[in-house]
C-alpha cells in the first residue's frame, strides 16, 4: 500500500501494483474461506471456537472503535479550519 502512495495515480505503474494488491486480498481471503476455516473448525473442539470467536470480536471491536475515532478526528479536524463541517460527508459519531 505504501508503494501506491510513492507513485503517480494516472500511471500504468500505480495500475499494475494495485492489481497486484488486488489479487493478494483476493487470493488471501480465497484461502482462509476456501481451506484454513473449514480445517479450523473440523480440528478445535468447542472451547477452542469460542475462544478464537472471542478473540475475533474483540479484534473487530477494536477496529471498529479505531475507524470511529478517525471519522471523529476527520470531523474535528475540519471544524478546525472552518467552523463547520456542511455538505462534509463524514458525519462524527
Known amino acids: 500500500m505504501a508503494a501506491l ?6 500511471s500504468q ?10 489479487g493478494a486480498v483476493a487470493r488471501h481471503m480465497n ?33 471498529a472503535r479505531g475507524a470511529k475515532q478517525a471519522r471523529t478526528g476527520v470531523v474535528t479536524f475540519a471544524r ?3 467552523g463547520g463541517v456542511e455538505g462534509f460527508s463524514i458525519g462524527a459519531a
Do not use: C
Not at 505503474?13 to 488486488?22: A, F, G, N, Q, T
Open 13 to 22: 505503474d500505480w495500475l499494475d501494483k494495485l492489481e497486484h494488491i488486488r
Open 80 to 82: 478546525s479550519f472552518g
Open 31 to 63: 484461502e482462509e474461506e476456501g481451506n484454513w476455516f473449514v480445517e479450523l473448525d473440523e480440528n478445535t473442539d468447542g472451547t477452542a471456537r469460542q475462544q478464537i470467536g472471542q478473540r475475533d470480536t474483540e479484534e473487530f471491536e477494536r477496529y
Open 5 to 10: 502512495e510513492a507513485l503517480d495515480p494516472m
